[in-house]
């Protein structure tokens, strides 16, 4: 990509923000909120709506302003700066291509308003529509793209400044399902080829999990867990975060017993779990809770009649809806309780053995696969054994 | 709606009727008024034609003995264009700036608004008087333009409310996150997008001027815009040069509102074409 303008491009991208918090009036979007970005990364912000994603993405990108807090790009504090100065752009939800104006004109449109004449700055733009294969568009409205098409013109326009960050807001919500799928994918091409930072603000979790290095989950103007898509997914943090990014079932039960790193536990219905738990040490009566993946349980048919075979790590509930998701079939349990158990058994696992809605059955797993999650008095113990560990070192 | 076997229902019949009502009201004399302003020179204000020419026409023109229609017309003309310039710039403005309330914002809008509910005629009156008191000379263009913008400005602002209530704030977002000063975001980007909208209120600030009579009347001063002055003639002018009047005031103003209505029919069209 040639060098547009004066501005953007140099420096690092690493975006820091820290302690900040944005209230509208009365209410709180973002609560102390600090986390860092490294340069060349890419970050999904992921939260439910409400939950003060896009408000980070906004002050970043200078469409905000934080109430307290600094919000930091390449190490230099960027609040009150024009847009300009930061070397952000934005890629707006519904892409907000500027309607009267060609695709070409769209993609040139921060040339044309830095003083760039007509021949140069169309260059320049038929350039960046090269990169995405709309070169043939160019004299058209946007109005006269395909959904997929409007948001690589959006890109092309977010980039022709060569910004060091890229900011973009739900890039993928206006896109069919087969798009979507698609474009997430050269997204992440993008980056990579760029080099530059993305933060990308989604309440898609499959999404997130897909395109990121690191994964921020949100709720409530918080961080619930910032870490790798894989760790997001392999091991939440907490219960918000298991229920949230999806893919695990969440245990909880009261302690009844402490052998060798291990909590016998016993939930509200009388079932009763193996939760390793490591060097903690565990009150009898305090409340634990877990996650098992529902990759990881297998499920069996009891007969009618005959008495589940019981013991540690087994559930036992009626089934409540099947679907065939190709691979794997996801089996949803209805526990007693009214709560949900969802196991996802492999295609050939299932096929051998079917089982029909209404069907009795029993839901086993090993213990090993449990991961503690960090709810309920666990807090303080964690941060307890975190300290103990560090004094170790 | 359709019946299962086809029918229509009564409510149609009725509905069908009370509009054919409507057209006969709104069309019917307004075509006798344009057959008679074709009158032959020997003919009267009333049917039946009495031959067929362009006499009335040239009658008018000629501006002898009818009053001074060429010259309440360039008035009128005149004064409907100032009011719908000064109504767009004011109305955008004042839309623009309603989008973020301010201190006394609903106040400053209810102000404005209450104008409409006024009646029109004491709202001449009053200007006039205060005019007379600040010992100033009423005339089309001072007194009388001010009474047409109380008339006109409520209605631009409420219509660019309407319009700037479906215009999405990301465009302008866009706009800066790309690098534009406030000033090219309004000119390359809010003014542009809303154009078929300030069409719109230009086209409403025109028309309103272009055949107000009520507010006009008191504060016109000694030279009449065309209502006032074929309100005039109605009294007595006794020649079909009256309907000749009326003819070629409803042309202005169809031309008007034709090249009004083609210009945003062109723009929204070119905005959404379909895709190809």
Not at chain 2, 217 to 246: D, F
Request: glycine share 10%; with cysteine.
């Amino acid at each position: 990509m040639t060098q547009a303008t004066g501005s953007g491009a140099l420096g690092s991208g690493q975006v820091e923000v820290a302690g900040v918090t944005k209230r509208f009036g009365e209410t709180v979007a973002v609560k102390e909120l600090s986390l860092t970005i490294p340069h060349g990364s890419y970050c999904c912000l992921l939260g439910p709506s409400g939950c003060g994603k896009t408000t980070i993405l906004r002050m970043i990108a200078g469409h905000e302003n934080p109430t307290t807090g600094d919000i930091r790009i390449g190490g230099r504090s960027v609040v009150g700066l024009p847009q300009v100065e930061r070397g952000t752009a934005m890629m707006f939800q519904s892409y907000a291509l500027f309607p009267h104006r060609s695709v070409l004109d769209n993609v040139a449109f921060a040339l044309k308003v830095r003083g760039i004449g007509l021949p140069a700055r169309h260059n320049t733009a038929r350039e960046l529509l090269t990169k995405v294969q709309l070169e043939k568009f160019a004299n058209r409205l946007p109005a006269e793209l395909s959904g997929g098409q409007q948001q690589r013109v959006a890109l092309a326009r977010a980039l022709i400044t060569n910004p060091r960050v890229l900011l973009l807001d739900e890039p993928l919500s206006a896109l069919d399902e087969y798009l979507r799928l698609r474009m997430r994918g050269e997204l992440r091409r993008v980056q990579k080829e760029l080099g530059i930072t993305f933060v990308h603000v989604t309440h898609t979790q499959l999404e997130a999990i897909a395109v990121a290095d690191t994964v921020v989950v949100m709720a409530q103007g918080r961080i619930e867990q910032a870490a790798s898509a894989r760790d997001i997914f392999v091991a939440p943090r907490n219960a918000y975060v298991a229920r949230f990014v999806g893919g695990q079932n969440v245990l909880s039960g009261t302690v009844e017993s402490m052998m060798n790193g291990t909590a016998a536990v016993a939930s509200d219905k009388g079932a009763r779990f193996a939760f390793p738990v490591g060097d903690l040490r565990l009150v009898r009566g305090s409340k634990l809770y877990g996650s098992i993946r529902r990759d990881r349980i297998a499920v069996e048919k009891v007969l009618p009649g005959a008495k589940p075979a019981g013991g540690l790590n087994t559930i036992v509930g009626e089934v409540h809806t099947l679907e065939n998701q190709g691979s794997y079939v996801k089996v949803t349990v209805d526990l007693d309780n009214g709560e949900e158990f969802v196991a996802h058994v492999p295609d050939e696992a299932f096929f051998r053995s079917p089982l029909d809605i209404g069907d009795k059955v029993e839901a086993r797993w090993s213990a090993s696969d449990i991961k503690l999650l960090d709810d309920g008095p666990i807090a303080f113990d964690a941060a307890a054994a975190e300290a103990r560990a560090a004094s170790a070192d | 709606m359709y019946a299962a076997d086809g029918s229509r229902p009564w409510t149609f019949y009725a509905f069908a009727a009370f509009f054919a009502l409507f057209v006969a009201f709104l069309y019917g004399p307004m075509v006798v008024i344009y057959v008679l302003s074709f009158q032959g020179p020997s003919g009267g204000m009333t049917f039946p034609l009495n031959g067929v020419s362009l006499h009335w026409f040239d009658a008018l023109i000629s501006q002898s003995r009818v009053g001074d229609i060429a010259g309440s017309f360039q008035r009128s003309i005149g004064l409907a264009v100032i009011v719908a310039v000064v109504t767009v710039l004011a109305s955008v403005l004042a839309g623009l700036a309603f989008r973020r309330p301010f201190r006394g914002s609903a106040f400053a809008f209810y102000l404005a608004i209450a104008s409409l509910i006024m009646p029109g005629l004491f709202v001449g009156l009053g200007i006039a008087l205060t005019f007379r008191l600040l010992g100033l000379p009423t005339s089309w263009w001072a007194s009388g333009l001010g009474a047409q913008l109380t008339w006109t400005l409520p209605f631009g602002l409420l219509i660019m409310f309407a319009v700037l209530g479906r215009f999405n704030r990301s465009y302008e977002e866009a706009a800066i996150d790309l690098g534009a000063t406030n000033w090219q975001k309004l000119k390359e980007v809010t003014i542009p997008m809303l154009l078929p909208g300030i069409i719109g209120v230009a086209l409403f600030g025109f028309t309103l001027s272009y055949d107000e009579i009520a507010r006009t009347a008191l504060a016109a001063g000694a030279k009449n815009t065309l209502p006032l002055e074929i309100w005039a003639m109605t009294t007595n002018v006794t020649s079909p040069t009256l309907y000749a009047v009326g003819a070629v005031t409803t042309i202005v103003s169809f031309v008007v509102i034709v090249v009004a209505l083609t210009s945003i029919g062109a723009i929204q069209r070119r905005r959404s074409r379909s895709k190809t």
